[in-house]
């Protein structure tokens, strides 16, 4: 896939979303809502934005605190068998030389002779037509001659002429100069990824392009301090586990599980937040015994599937790849990919691999330290075999995201037509838990109950306060950041119509719009059991 997603602005970044295929529809919708309501801003946005990078904004981050808590909860603190840890975004030098990142850490690029727009060759669309080609041309008003050959892929009911234009262009470096073209040829192509899908311009021979990026701890740029902003953050477990091992006692199968930032100069970074520049990961390193490596490999995929079904993304729309021999890593035994239908298509939300003994074997070998295991009951000593769920959480964010947009088309009592935007999230995803509201705000003791009942909520869940506008309007606005609960104190709360319903508000659900009278007493333990 590739697209004009290389210019650095938010308005390249989502060009491609932006045709009239629904599904296309829909993803802007979402990129709209997710502006419009502050879960995701493009970063430095007053100067243009930076392609690849993005700042979550107030109910964003919230989202993925809540991702990233549920995750640690579940990984690490529920689990008799796993421990955690926070490596540093650069380390030394030598780990990405023992890792092979820094020789092999690469994809193969292609740049537009005409635009100078830059892909990943493996991701240029095959196409077919009509190759018009061009072995150099001449500018009269200065004698200068290219011999430079260039050449323009017409699609179907293409005309020349609009390929000899673009050849100008070419030749004439942009100016506006007359630019004589030599020997034209056509041919027809099949399938070729020689040439830029959306202009038709002949594409440079792939190269390597490295993309981890590169700065230098200290005061001088010299090749001795080179180091480079983590690609993933695997490594820091690895040439740790010796500590970790003798400081949590731990004793075979167990994990070590970690949450960070991680960096890669994506050639062409695309899919809104799918695929960034500066990313997390939620990563664990599983050790154990060889001969348990493989079945450790699908309890974790099977650990993994239930995880995503409790956050919300339900099984059916999980796709389990079982990458073939010759497609995997050549040191991983056993690798799954689970995929996602996202709107602009099926892509990749983790990987669960059995990575063998290759990492700490790698970091052994070029450290020359040690960072085996010793097994006190066989009395042996081994370098320890490894299963890696990693999984992104921006991409399972977007995921979440994108499950929970819907536009549901109502009918109010009076028979008029509505849309509703409402974001289905699972209770625990939520970024704001509960929505409370004095029925008016013009009546102080209305006004001082809803916030007596916001101050004891807000020590256990996120909870947002609203007095402004009709209720109706109110409980919308919650819809469309999706918060599962609004609480709602009107005259019945204070006693106004009798003792009867005195301490109780009305609790209304999100996804059903049902309402129900419960007591003061009772609320905070009712949201409590849902969202936890």
């Not at 450790?296 to 956050?311: A, G, N, P, S, V």
């Not at 290759?358 to 320890?384: A, M, Q, R, T, W």
């Not at 008016?440 to 001082?448: G, S, Y």
């Not at 020590?459 to 469309?480: C, K, L, N, S």
């Amino acid at each position: 896939m590739n697209s004009l997603l290389s210019l650095p602005s938010e308005k390249a970044n989502l060009y491609q979303l932006m045709s009239k295929d629904p599904k296309s529809e829909r993803m802007e919708k979402i990129v709209s809502l997710c502006k419009r309501r502050g879960f995701i801003f493009q970063s430095s946005e007053i100067y243009g934005g930076l392609n690849g990078f993005w700042d979550y904004g107030p109910l964003g981050v919230e989202l993925k605190k809540n991702l990233k808590d549920f995750w640690w909860r579940r990984n690490v603190r529920e689990r008799d068998d796993m421990v955690g840890m926070d490596g540093s975004i650069i380390m030394n030098r030598a780990v990405w030389k023992a890792s092979g990142h820094e020789e092999t850490f690469s994809d193969p690029m292609v740049d537009c002779l005409l635009t100078k727009q830059r892909f990943r060759a493996d991701q240029v669309e095959p196409q077919s037509g009509q190759a018009v080609w061009f072995s150099g041309a001449v500018i009269p008003h200065t004698g200068t001659k290219s011999e430079k050959p260039f050449a323009v892929l017409l699609g179907k009911g293409g005309h020349i002429e609009s390929a000899r234009k673009l050849a100008r262009q070419f030749y004439g470096q942009g100016a506006d100069v007359e630019v004589v073209l030599l020997d034209e040829r056509t041919e027809e192509v099949v399938d070729s990824t020689r040439f830029n899908p959306e202009n038709g311009s002949l594409l440079t021979e792939p190269r390597d392009f490295n993309l981890m990026f590169k700065s230098h701890a200290g005061p001088l740029e010299s090749e001795d301090n080179k180091v480079y902003l983590r690609p993933e953050t695997a490594q820091a477990i690895f040439v740790q586990f010796r500590n970790v091992l003798e400081t949590s006692r731990k004793k075979l199968p167990f994990g070590i599980a970690q949450i960070g930032k991680a960096f890669r100069n994506e050639i062409n970074p695309r899919n809104y937040t799918f695929r960034s520049r500066e990313f997390e990961q939620m990563e664990i390193e599983y050790f154990c015994h060889a001969e348990d490596g493989l079945a450790l490999t699908d309890y974790w995929l099977e650990q993994r599937l239930k995880f995503y079904e409790d956050i919300g993304l339900p099984r059916e729309k999980i796709h389990v790849v079982d990458i073939p021999d010759g497609d995997r890593a050549f040191y991983s035994k056993k690798t799954y990919d689970l995929e996602y239908e996202f709107p602009f298509g099926i892509s990749e939300l983790e990987g669960v691999a059995y990575r063998t003994d290759y990492d700490l074997s790698k970091h052994i070998e070029h450290s020359g330290k040690p960072l085996d295991y010793y097994d006190e009951e066989k009395k042996v000593k081994f370098v320890p075999h490894v299963v890696e769920p990693s999984a992104g959480v921006d991409r399972t964010t977007l995921a979440l995201i994108c499950e929970a947009y819907e536009e549901e088309n109502l009918t109010d009592e009076k028979g008029k037509a509505d849309v509703r935007t409402v974001l289905h999230f699972h209770p625990r995803m939520a970024p704001v838990k509960c929505g409370v509201f004095p029925l008016l705000k013009n009546k102080p003791e209305l006004v001082q109950k809803a916030r007596e009942i916001v101050e004891s909520l807000r020590p256990f869940m996120m909870v947002q306060y609203d007095e402004a506008g009709a209720i109706g309007r109110r409980y919308r606005r919650q819809d469309e950041i999706g918060t599962p609960f609004c609480v709602t104190v009107d005259f019945d709360t204070v006693g106004e119509n009798g003792p009867e319903k005195a301490g109780t508000v009305t609790l209304r659900h999100r996804d059903s719009m049902q309402q129900e009278r419960v007591a003061i007493s009772d609320l905070r333990q009712i949201l409590l059991d849902a969202i936890l």
